[in-house]
């Protein structure tokens, strides 16, 4: 397994693609489908090698969008993903807010108006592990940035949105869906995970967990 980070300079999110053998799964959606192209080679667009069934077996084939929380910079670029035909799981509520104010995408001057079509989505409330393809990833539920944030454990690797970040830092809990008992309550739970647990974040860079866990505190 390889984990590959990509980073949009105009909404300063991170996404990222896990890869194994011909498949990749990614993590939060601020790339264009070029973009990605360009970047981890081997990977063409067109339907055949985002659906997967009819996969060019030397292509690189994305099995699925895994989305952390419906904030704009981390889901900018996922209509184009679904027009391709993209599979996207979420919980309903990130599904729902997609196309309202509630993606915040008036603070980065845009009006957002992104729509995955319903059978295309996965929806993951409820569910505590997901396997697409051979990447069995372990889901946390969790709350406090926005009204459903969700983080994605493969490994060792944790992929935690905008609930934490280097250095210790938490995300903003006084935006729409926001609140701050929740967060803490996310926070405690991160804090629980083994030290060893690499943070890929929404923003900024990879740390360590257990660098940060005194911090962890709203
Ligand atoms: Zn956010």
Known sequence: MKIIKFFNPESLGNSYAVVSNKNFVLIDCSQTPESVAAQIGGFNIDKTTV?????????????????THVHYDHICELDKWANLGASVYATKEIFESMRTDANLSNLFSKTCDIHVPIDQRVNLDGMKEISIANLNFQLLLLKGHSKSDICYIIGDHIFVGDLIFYGGAYGRYDMFGGDIKELQKSLDRLNTLPNNFIVHSGHDKDFELGQFKPYLVC
């Open 51 to 67: 659906g997967g069934d009819k996969a060019n077996k030397d292509c690189l084939v994305c099995k699925g969008i895994l989305i």
